[in-house]
């Protein structure tokens, strides 16, 4: 069984930095498709990154797309999201989803989309 651990989350000041990791376990990790997504309060779950099995094809939020980084590591099992320059509205929980998939450079851009979920961390921007 798939299991998502992130990691990662806190406190930070607008125009700071904050990497989240998220590691997956049961599965190999390459068979997957990965993704961060985000939701803040009152809001809708929304995409923030996705990457594809093979690392390469990357696929970015409009609104974040020039301060996030996501990355991968198949040999550690872990996917990562650099957040730079935060802004307040960066406050959210934020969650690591998987999807297999045997395309080499498939992403997917909705949460429908993704089968398996981690717990979340949260992430707060002080103004």
């Known amino acids: 069984q798939v299991q998502l651990v992130e990691s990662g989350g806190g406190l930070v000041q607008a125009g700071g930095s904050l990497r989240l990791s998220c590691s997956l376990s049961g599965r190999p990790f390459s068979n997957y498709v990965l993704a961060w997504f985000r939701q803040a309060p009152g809001k809708e779950r929304e995409i923030v990154a996705s990457i594809s099995r093979i690392a390469g094809r990357t696929h970015y939020a409009a609104s974040v797309k020039d301060r996030i980084t996501i990355s991968r590591d198949n040999a550690k099992n872990q996917v990562f999201l650099q957040l730079d320059t935060v802004k307040p509205e960066d406050t959210a929980a934020y969650y690591c989803?998987?999807?297999?998939?045997?395309?080499?450079?498939?992403?997917?851009?909705?949460?429908?989309?993704?089968?398996?979920w981690g717990q979340g961390t949260q992430v707060t921007v002080s103004s």
């Open positions: 989803a998987a999807r297999q998939s045997f395309s080499d450079d498939n992403v997917y851009y909705t949460a429908g989309a993704y089968t398996h």
